[in-house]
């Protein structure tokens, strides 16, 4: 167990990637603050298998796109743990549609999720982690971030703006012994990409040199490595974790 | 004010480590202390656990030498 006696906050943590990281720093031996934004009963059910596994958790209500909602989670879990070794920013939302009919209130809720989202969190626990000289902060971006994909122009702007996000934080906070590292996930296996269609789904297969979909365990073991000591020489990076989909 | 100003000095030399005798109240904490940002910010998340006060954003951007920390403290206190 790489992540015994840590604690751990993880955004968006009541479903799909997110479940599993929590599952996975747990399996790893850290305390979890599962956060989720309305599926209250799904983040207990992630809570009380965390519990069953022998390490702390707890679900906490939070919209990372509000600073006060973020303070509040933040004053939460310091009082609940008492440290934040470990924040993962992996919240996120799609609107999906051509930039000729993306309207306004489409692109401001995908910003003000994924990506001011993760300028809150992470402004939210710097304090804690700048004083305990020591921290892991982990974004999840995506592939897309990287690649562009028509359709999710905001999606695309704001996981990459993750990135650059992630080598400015990692830069400002590096003398402070605090990491902060991204994954770019390529296409992995969701409720949020079960809704693309079948023949979507075929062409994007086709780019995959490891020609299968990824699984949210994929992301989580890399999210568990760079929670850990062995990656304590790495910072400002992004991984991407996707089949080979894009080198 | 000369207890704010001790409480302050002390947490500027064990913050920034420099000499007691460079903490004077014109000091300031980039120019002559070699506070970069990041140091600056820490002193000011110091001093509000030290007082136990929280210090705005906006004024904490306004404190740049000893003497502005310690009328700071002193006027909210």
């Given amino acids: ?247 | 004010m000369a207890e704010v100003l001790e409480r302050v000095t002390k947490i500027i030399v064990d913050r920034l480590g420099v000499e007691e005798s460079e903490v004077k109240v014109e000091a300031s904490f980039k120019d002559d202390l070699g506070a970069d940002s990041l140091d600056v910010v820490e002193l000011v998340m110091e001093l509000e656990d030290e007082f136990d006060m929280e210090i705005s954003d906006d004024d904490a951007e306004k404190i740049a030498t000893v003497g502005d920390a310690v009328n700071y403290i002193q006027a909210k206190q």
Wanted: contains cysteine; hydrophobic residues 40%.
């Fill in chain 1, 1 to 247: 167990m790489k992540l015994t006696g840590k604690t751990a906050i993880v955004t968006g943590a009541s479903r799909g990637i997110g479940r599993e990281i929590a599952l996975e720093l747990a399996r790893q031996g850290a305390s979890v603050a599962v956060n989720y934004a309305g599926s209250e009963a799904k983040a207990n059910a992630v809570v009380d298998e965390i519990k069953a596994l022998g390490v702390a958790a707890f679900s906490v209500q939070c919209d990372v796109s509000s600073s006060e909602s973020v303070s509040a989670m933040i004053k939460e879990v310091i009082e609940e743990f008492g440290q934040i070794d470990i924040l993962v920013n992996n919240a996120g939302i799609t609107k999906d549609n051509l930039l000729m009919r993306m309207k306004e209130d489409e692109w401001d809720a995908v910003i003000n999720t994924n990506l001011k989202g993760v300028f809150l969190c992470t402004k939210g626990v710097t304090r804690q982690m700048m004083k305990q000289r020591s921290g892991r902060i982990i974004n999840i971006s995506s592939i897309v971030g990287v690649s562009g994909n028509p359709g999710q122009a905001n999606y695309v702007a704001a996981k990459s703006g993750v990135i650059g996000l992630t080598k400015t934080t990692a830069k400002e906070l590096a003398s402070r012994g605090i990491t902060v590292n991204a994954i770019a996930p390529g296409f992995i296996t969701t409720e949020m990409t079960d809704e693309l269609n079948d023949d979507l789904k075929g062409q994007m297969l086709q780019q995959i040199p490891l020609a299968k979909f990824g699984e949210p365990s994929d992301i989580a073991k890399v999210v568990s490595f760079l929670a850990s000591e062995d990656s304590k020489y790495m910072t400002g990076q992004t991984l991407h974790v996707d089949g080979g989909m894009v080198m």
